[in-house]
């Protein structure tokens, strides 16, 4: 195949990033939504759980409660989801509450035959015993970022073993957006946060660097570094 050729997209519906978030109608903890509406013209963290009543869950979902002002001040828009039903999240939520000292607001989707799951592909295919008291697969811990036209810009899986750092994905989401304010002419280093240098795109020219970026040093021709500026 040549290379100017373009790579065709999966056939198999997988979702991908760049990908089209698949909309949705959900009940959820905060009554029924359409996923799409819900978003509005926010960005999204969509992230799944395997199952209430979890240890490693209930502490990440009380984690991203503690977090949701700083997601709120990013424009961004938090939904969980577990494979149980709302009666059950109703009691889990005052768990998480108890033990995290939280105060869970943002919704919880209820998926118990795994629609949704499906939609996003977050059953576990590698663990085949990781299964409900039904025999059905659990969700294994996906995380999903989407930016408001409903594109999928980052997709972050663990195992149902593993707990997420609510940390690196505020860290990534700021890498996002700020990339998106500088209209994709930079990119962030390995370790980034919000303060540090960030790179210079490899697509932009020098002179047009200079421009954009006129405190910017060259570490080698193809890694420039620069302040982010003020405005």
């Known amino acids: 195949m040549s290379l100017s050729q373009p790579i065709a997209k999966p056939k198999d519906g997988s979702i991908r990033l760049g990908s089209k978030a698949p909309n949705?109608?959900?009940q959820t903890?905060?009554?029924?939504?359409?996923?799409?509406?819900?978003?509005?013209?926010?960005?999204?963290?969509?992230?799944?759980?395997?199952?209430?009543?979890?240890?490693?869950?209930?502490?990440?979902l009380g984690a991203f409660a503690k977090l949701e002002p700083e997601f709120t001040k990013r424009n961004t828009k938090l939904?969980?989801?577990s494979a149980n039903t709302l009666e059950s999240h109703s009691r889990w939520i005052k768990d998480?509450?108890?033990?995290?000292?939280?105060?869970?607001?943002?919704?919880?989707?209820?998926d118990p035959k795994r629609e949704?799951?499906?939609?996003?592909?977050m059953i576990d295919y590698q663990d085949a015993t990781n299964v409900d008291n039904k025999g059905v697969q659990l969700t294994i811990r996906s995380v999903f970022i989407i930016d408001p036209s409903k594109t999928v810009r980052l997709i972050i899986t663990y195992p149902a073993s593993v707990g997420r750092n609510t940390a690196e994905v505020l860290r990534v989401?700021?890498?996002?957006?700020?990339?998106?304010?500088?209209?994709?002419s930079i990119t962030t280093p390995?370790?980034?946060?919000?303060?540090?240098?960030?790179?210079?795109?490899?697509?932009l020219s020098d002179e047009k660097a200079k421009k954009l970026y006129p405190n910017y040093r060259a570490v080698k021709p193809y890694l420039r570094l620069t302040p982010v500026p003020d405005n």
């Not at 390995?190 to 697509?203: E, H, L, M, S």
Request: proline share 6%.
């Open 24 to 26: 949705f109608d959900a």
């Open 79 to 81: 939904i969980g989801l």
């Open 116 to 121: 949704i799951a499906l939609k996003y592909d």
């Open 190 to 203: 390995i370790n980034w946060v919000p303060g540090d240098d960030v790179i210079i795109a490899p697509t």
């Open 29 to 60: 903890s905060n009554g029924s939504l359409s996923f799409y509406d819900y978003l509005g013209s926010s960005w999204g963290v969509l992230f799944s759980h395997p199952d209430d009543f979890t240890p490693v869950c209930t502490t990440e």
């Open 173 to 184: 989401l700021d890498s996002l957006q700020l990339a998106e304010k500088l209209n994709k």
């Open 96 to 110: 998480i509450n108890e033990v995290t000292g939280s105060n869970l607001t943002f919704p919880i989707i209820a």
